[in-house]
């Protein structure tokens, strides 16, 4: 990794581990905290795998859509083969859109929620604490595990885990 | 390599991008000034939102080391930056051209 690469992996580390706690503890602190974690987590991770960053917030789907040209991922992250994990992707592409949306640049543009900051923007009049996030990504996360595909957030805690240490960055 | 199996991987390629994320509208294949083993492949995407004025900037997609016989260069725009680039080729990256440019599915 270059030393952007490694800042941005270490920062979407720091993150994972900031969601993962919150999503532990679902009825202590507002989801909008974990969500907003979530999406950076995949923005950093996916602006860590190359060696110049994806344009944009969006950056999570440009990294699934050319992993499968890296043979170095499957292993790590439990796939046996591209088949396996091009289902499985196939399965996140929903979630990983919507994890996507909640970034405020994004979600600020398509008029939805977002975690971080009251909106809608101008006319601010909701408050991402007082907001379940339950349509935009609990269903989701609901909706991929059911698919019988291994579970979403099973395979991004080996994303982070595996990325720097394998490694299977470019 | 020949230009027919750089072009024949560059529509694979292409389709495969489409099949998965359907934000992408246009995949561009872009071979004039391309060296032999490189695919370039402009994709017009209506998810992308960049902070405005981040430059048109293309990723590298494939490894170092590679068994694959081409390097993956990728270039994302968003809509109104593909007007802008039509109207204007200059402002492709250095090197970059719309010359020969080759549609992939969705239309022109």
Known sequence: ??????????????????????????????????????????EKLAKAYYVVPPRGHAAFRRLLTDMPLNPAVLAPLGFADLASFTLWSGSSAALVGAIEDLAPAIADVKHLPNPEYPWPRGVEAHAPVDYLFQVEIYDLIDAQLASGQPAFLDILEQMVATMQATPWHL | ??????????????????????????????????????????????????????????IEATPAVTELPFRVWILDITPDEWAQVQANPQILPAGWSLDNRVTIGRGA
């Open chain 2, 1 to 58: 390599m020949a230009e027919p199996e750089r072009l024949a991987f560059a529509r694979w390629l292409g389709m495969q991008h489409l099949k998965f994320d359907k934000r992408l509208t246009n995949v561009i294949y872009l071979p004039h000034g391309a060296p032999d083993d490189q695919v370039r492949l402009l994709e017009v995407n209506t998810g992308l939102y960049p902070d405005p004025g981040t430059p048109l900037t293309p």
């Open chain 1, 1 to 42: 990794m270059n030393a952007r690469q490694l800042a941005f992996f270490r920062q979407a580390s720091s993150d994972w581990d900031i969601f993962h706690h919150l999503y532990l503890d679902l009825l202590v602190f507002p989801r909008c905290h974990e969500m907003h974690y979530l999406q950076m987590c995949t």
